[in-house]
């Protein structure tokens, strides 16, 4: 499986953005998903997270009511709609998918990860 994150940039504090990640090779409908991202010096953490049906999602408090994780599974991909950004928002984003239809918080339960796409919010 490869996936391929895109969507990332510059934007003004406020701002919104629209991550992309395309999934393609041996994909399946049944692989919950995922955004990580990770500033630099710091470790990477989870952002939010979808199962394979789309019927439940988690996010991290620093993006509740800001950033919203949707699937189309017949297209293949994941998209983070991200407002009011912030400037601690800034880091590279990564989308990655693991082998099981229930998502987790957890950067190791994940199989199979993105490039990453950097998104820079200037205050």
């Known amino acids: 499986v490869q996936l391929q994150a895109s969507g990332g940039g510059l934007v003004q504090a406020g701002g919104s953005l629209r991550l992309s990640c395309a999934a393609s090779g041996r994909t399946s409908s049944s692989s919950a998903m995922a955004w990580f991202r990770q500033a630099q010096g710091k470790e990477r953490e989870f952002v939010t997270a979808?199962?394979?049906?789309?019927?439940?999602?988690g996010y991290a408090d620093s993006v509740k009511g800001r950033f919203t994780i949707s699937r189309d599974n017949t297209k293949n991909t994941v998209y983070l709609q991200m407002n009011s950004l912030k400037p601690e928002d800034t880091a590279v984003y990564y989308c990655?998918?693991?082998?099981?239809?229930?998502?987790?918080?957890?950067?190791?339960?994940?199989?199979?990860w993105g490039q990453g796409t950097q998104v820079t919010v200037s205050s």
């Open positions: 990655a998918a693991r082998s099981n239809p229930f998502y987790s918080t957890r950067a190791g339960a994940y199989d199979y």
């Open positions: 979808i199962t394979w049906s789309g019927g439940n999602t």
